[in-house]
């Protein structure tokens, strides 16, 4: 880490690598590296989660440039089976051709317009009909059909194939990107792909899905999670298992950056040493799926036990947990893909975000929160739920599916948000200002949005 001021780097700590080196714990590449960047201390003003002319530059510049993932290849397993991807003006219709590629169209209609399909559906059709007055195409986009064609002479049938936007697949997520200049995805998500060779996230399927609307822009929405911050004041629940000093934040490239988080690592807040034992019990709090008390063995310690308990569990699941290290299995891997989407590779978290613009309104936002679990070994893949859609004022713990404990913890998430917003605008002072280290992350997400509002 080279040209960093000190300033910057005055965690009280200890780091993740300098715990892993003490307690000699060999975890594999790319755990094995910290890449922190200074990138100033500029305050981010709140005109840009306020501003509507802001967010319709995000609009023109940036969402209609970027690859995002819009679902799951196993959303659309069957020709004709079409997902509806929706980003604040724009809406896209992913499809599976009847050659069994996916193509992704804009969600209009080339006579006068209409959507053909309402936003965030999904469904299997054997061709795209418009519901105003019938024009119809096939699913790989060319023209099929005019009622009444005579009336449209003037117009030939090659002028009127759906418009296409790039589809890539990565880790079994269907991407598309509006731009037809835009680079290959494995450029724009590098090094993602070099950092995910031990988590194939394509064998992994949709156990949980559910999707919030937040009364907030959607990049303060993000910035929620992009940090461990808040852990201590949001979360107090979760401060012996996890240290906001002891976090590390990377930043990884153009458009990608991480956080990892230490298992059984407790905040220094809670003021005290504490014993093995203590830390497993307190990574358990508030885990409805583990309530047997789990003792370490003489000897052992915190994250190991939790280690052992969990490979335990996963091979009464028939999940094959192979050759994945402690740190694997126990955990917070963060890797955030700008704009919009969250991964975590640890097995027992093994979530995914979305944050997207919810209409055209800078201050509201969908929040897809995705449980993305192991295939089992007997390589039978659950069919994809439908979204669960919860509205702002209603609770996570509404979700039967989800674990009492996380959705308490999604809950204190997402309960600061529209007070967030509403003191955006109440300002006196008219911007946030960043920590250096641990909000390094946030000051990454705008620097980003920078880079495409003003190329
Ligand atoms: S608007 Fe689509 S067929 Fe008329
Ligand atoms: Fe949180």
Redesign the pocket.
């Known amino acids: 880490m080279t040209n960093i001021p000190a300033f910057a780097m005055n965690s009280p700590g200890p780091s993740v690598q300098e715990i892993l080196e003490k307690t000699n714990e060999k975890v594999p590449y790319p755990l094995d590296f910290e890449s922190y960047k200074f990138l100033g201390t500029e305050d981010i003003d709140f005109s840009r989660y306020t501003s509507r002319e802001f967010f319709q530059k995000e609009m023109d510049k940036m969402w209609s440039r970027v690859w995002q993932w819009a679902c799951r290849e196993e959303h659309i397993p069957e020709p004709g089976d079409y997902t509806v991807y929706d980003v604040g003006q724009y809406s896209i219709v992913v499809v599976r051709t009847d050659e069994g590629s996916i193509k992704a169209f804009y969600n209009s209609?080339?006579?006068?317009?209409?959507k053909f399909f309402h936003s965030d559906t999904q469904g299997a059709v054997s061709q795209l009909t418009?519901?105003?007055?019938?024009?119809t195409w096939n699913l790989d986009g060319s023209l099929k059909k005019i009622p009444n064609a005579w009336d449209f002479e003037h117009v030939k049938a090659e002028d009127l194939h759906l418009p296409e936007l790039k589809v890539e697949t990565w880790g079994g997520f269907v991407f598309i990107n509006m731009d037809p200049d835009a680079k290959p995805l494995k450029e724009y998500i590098a090094p993602l792909d070099d950092h995910f060779k031990r988590w194939n996230l394509a064998d992994r399927y949709i156990a949980v899905h559910v999707q919030k609307e937040l009364p907030c822009n959607w990049k303060a929405a993000a910035e929620a999670f992009l940090e461990n911050y808040h852990t201590q004041t949001v979360h107090p629940q979760l401060i012996g298992s996890s240290s906001s000093p002891s976090t590390q934040y990377d930043i990884l490239g153009d458009h990608l950056s991480r956080f990892y988080n230490l298992t059984t690592v407790p905040d220094p807040v809670i003021g005290r040493e504490l014993s093995e034992q203590e830390r497993l019990d307190m990574a358990l709090v508030g885990d409805g799926s583990m309530n047997n008390p789990v003792q370490v063995p003489e000897g052992g310690t915190a994250r190991n036990t939790l280690a052992e308990m969990l490979r335990k569990q996963f091979a009464a699941m028939d999940i094959e947990v192979g050759d994945l290290t402690d740190a694997e299995i126990i955990d917070t891997m963060e890797y955030t893909l700008f704009p919009n989407m969250f991964l975590f590779p640890g097995l027992s978290l093994p979530m995914i975000y979305r944050f997207r613009p919810l209409g055209m309104d800078p201050d509201k936002s969908l929040f897809d929160l995705i449980f993305l679990r192991p295939v089992p070994r007997s390589g039978e893949r659950p069919s994809p739920p439908e979204p669960i859609r919860i509205g702002i004022e209603d609770s996570y713990t509404t979700v039967p599916e989800l674990d009492p404990g996380m959705a308490e913890v999604y809950d204190q998430d997402t309960n600061n948000m529209g007070l967030q917003q509403l003191g955006f605008y109440t300002a006196k002072k008219r911007g946030q200002t960043l920590g250096n280290y641990q909000e390094v992350r946030i000051r990454h997400l705008h620097a980003t949005v920078d880079r495409y509002l003003e190329d």
């Open positions: 209609c080339l006579h006068r317009g209409t418009c519901p105003f007055h019938g024009w």
